[in-house]
């Protein structure tokens, strides 16, 4: 990535210099303007143009892809969208006060996405089809809403055969307390270990 350049430049390729040797992304995402900062010293300034370098790095081989050449004025909200970026938001075990049989859980929501991305387990043998959690705290990026999932289900004494499953999730905040539930709605369940995974649609907030 480059320093900071006149907005009127029309190449600055030469100028860039390494911020990051090799970063894996979070879900797609990478904070370029923290590590820009953390190399240069200083933030971007506004109204200054910019140019970024990237390639994917394969990390077992060394070998790259292509470089993908983005450059842009620096503005003090989103380029595409005019607006300040807003972290999505993500529930996982470390965000849970109580939970019936969860051994893993990552949900996560990009802000005014209406698909969410789930990754968890849990087992239950109370024999109800669902599962719950309640958060330590609320999450202020985080709105009530209801959505659909894949999972799979198995049993040891039946040899972990996957059943298919469909879920239902609902997460909502009331008296500042946010709970969040996964009800089986679809397919043969076993209580004995479930998988809910995969990117779904919010059908309500």
């Not at 040797?21 to 010293?41: C, H, R, S």
């Not at 040891?156 to 609902?170: Q, T, V, Y």
Request: with cysteine; glycine share 8%.
């Amino acid at each position: 990535m480059s320093p900071a350049q006149s907005p009127g430049t029309s190449s600055g390729w030469s100028k860039t210099v390494i911020v990051a040797p090799g970063i894996i992304d979070d879900w797609g995402e990478a904070n370029i303007t923290k590590l820009f900062t953390e190399t240069i010293g200083v933030a971007p300034q506004e109204g200054l143009k910019y140019y970024l370098e990237c390639w994917w790095l394969d990390t077992e081989t060394g070998f790259t892809g292509e470089s993908m050449w983005i450059s842009a004025i620096c503005k003090a909200g989103s380029t595409a969208y005019n607006q300040e970026y807003t972290p999505r938001a993500r529930v996982t075990l470390n965000e849970v006060a109580d939970s019936e049989g969860f051994e893993s859980l990552d949900i996560e929501l990009s802000h005014g996405s209406t698909i969410l991305s789930v990754d968890s387990v849990y087992s239950n043998n109370t024999g109800v089809a669902s599962g719950q959690f309640v958060l330590k705290n609320p999450i202020e990026s985080l709105p009530d809403l209801r959505a659909w999932a894949l999972a799979r289900c198995s049993n040891p004494e039946r040899n972990w055969m996957a059943r298919p499953n469909l879920f239902a999730i609902w997460i909502h905040t009331w008296q500042k307390e946010t709970e969040g539930t996964f009800a089986h709605r679809g397919g043969q369940y076993e209580s004995e270990f479930v998988e809910v995974f995969g990117s779904g649609p919010c059908i309500k907030y």
